[in-house]
């Protein structure tokens, strides 16, 4: 099992520029997420998918959106890319919510000029 | 105030040395708790959950306390490899059920 996927590992965009992380898992997991980690700051919930069909803003989803493609696959996108936005995002998922442990992908290293 | 809240550190100790660390937690109505353990660069990884009564694994033990609205980490007989950062998280179920990530602290085991 590869566990959590994502890709790229690293992007670099310019401002206003629009972009895709993709993300998959294959452990059968009910719930995925999207969070962006940043100095000093922590990991920071962007968007959330308890189950297939159904998505949720997390702490921080401006400027993102989701879509859980299927149960495997959960995609954020970036419509117009903004320096603030320069970060590490990782993806997870666990098997049903929050209670379970979450499983993290390797993570896509973000910068916009 | 931040949901979560860590020394950062850096803790910096010898090997074979027993080292702690503490967590707060503002929101009383958290539910579920966990320490993540994170490498340099790499994706935060799980190391254990928190129970009221209290856990261990081998050299780690996890610690509750509700009334002062913290956990704590203790790791004895230090290795090498414990180096990296630590990451305390909360789940608070009243406020859209998710997860509060702390900022982390730094252990570096000296050889």
């Known amino acids: 099992n590869a566990g959590v996927t994502q890709t790229p590992k690293f992007q670099v965009l310019k401002t206003g520029q629009s972009m895709t992380l993709q993300c998959a898992q294959d452990?059968?997991?009910?719930?995925m997420y999207w969070y962006r980690q940043d100095p000093g700051m922590g990991l920071r919930l962007i968007y959330y998918s308890a189950s297939e069909g159904t998505t949720d803003k997390g702490e921080v989803p401006n400027g993102y959106n989701v879509s859980r493609l299927n149960k495997r696959e959960f995609s954020l996108r970036l419509e117009s890319a903004a320096p603030s936005q320069t970060s590490v995002y990782f993806c997870?998922?666990?098997?049903?919510?929050?209670?379970?442990?979450?499983?993290f992908g390797p993570g896509t290293r973000l910068t916009v000029l | 105030r931040k949901e979560v809240e860590q020394d950062p550190g850096p803790f910096n100790v010898p090997e074979g040395a027993t080292v702690a660390f503490n967590c707060t937690y503002s929101n009383s109505a958290s539910q579920s708790f966990f320490w993540y353990r994170q490498d340099c660069r790499k994706e935060p990884k799980l190391l254990m959950s928190?129970?009221?009564s209290g856990n261990e694994d081998g050299r780690f033990t996890a610690q509750l306390n509700r009334a002062s609205q913290y956990i704590s980490l203790l790791i004895r007989d230090s290795k090498l490899s414990d180096s990296a950062t630590y990451l305390c998280v909360v789940n608070l179920m009243n406020t859209g059920n998710q997860f509060y990530f702390g900022t982390g602290t730094s252990l570096t085991v000296i050889p």
């Open positions: 452990m059968n997991h009910n719930s």
């Open positions: 997870a998922s666990s098997e049903w919510g929050w209670t379970d442990t979450q499983y």
């Open positions: 928190v129970y009221s």
